[in-house]
Nanobody, 118 residues
Framework: QVQLVESGGGLVQPGGSLRLSCAAY????????MAWYRQAPGKERELVAT???????NNADSVKGRFTVSRDHAKNMVYLQMNSLKPEDTAVYYC????????????WGQGTQVTVSP
């Protein structure tokens, strides 16, 4: 069973920063590719960033240079550092996990709200 719990969302002014955290309750955390997605009101869920077991990362063009994804294998944690936030970053952010042996199966957290507003 896989459980993902996000935290760290909130209200921030444009140009500000937030760090999201995702606690992954899994037996073999290094076996999971981790990712952050987001969904804004009225829009489809979109991929924000991914990180492999070896900490190779890939970011969406819309967040490159502003967001950084990282993971801590000792703590089973994934982080999303978000800098230079814009109003269009407002969304519910979801943590996602996929086992490398079963990539077609995705696990999701409950989401955390990020609101960027003056």
């Amino acid at each position: 069973q896989v459980q993902l719990v996000e935290s760290g969302g909130g209200l921030v002014q444009p140009g500000g920063s937030l760090r999201l955290s995702c606690a992954a309750y899994v037996r073999t955390f290094p076996n999971y590719v981790m990712a952050w997605y987001r969904q804004a009101p009225g829009k489809e869920r979109e991929l924000v960033a991914t990180i492999t077991s070896g900490s190779s990362t890939n970011n969406a063009d819309s967040v490159k240079g502003r967001f950084t994804v990282s993971r801590d294998h000792a703590k089973n944690m994934v982080y999303l550092q978000m800098n230079s936030l814009k109003p269009e970053d407002t969304a519910v952010y979801y943590c996602n996990a996929r086992n490398i042996a079963q990539l077609n199966t995705a696990y999701w957290g409950q989401g955390t709200q990020v609101t960027v507003s003056p």
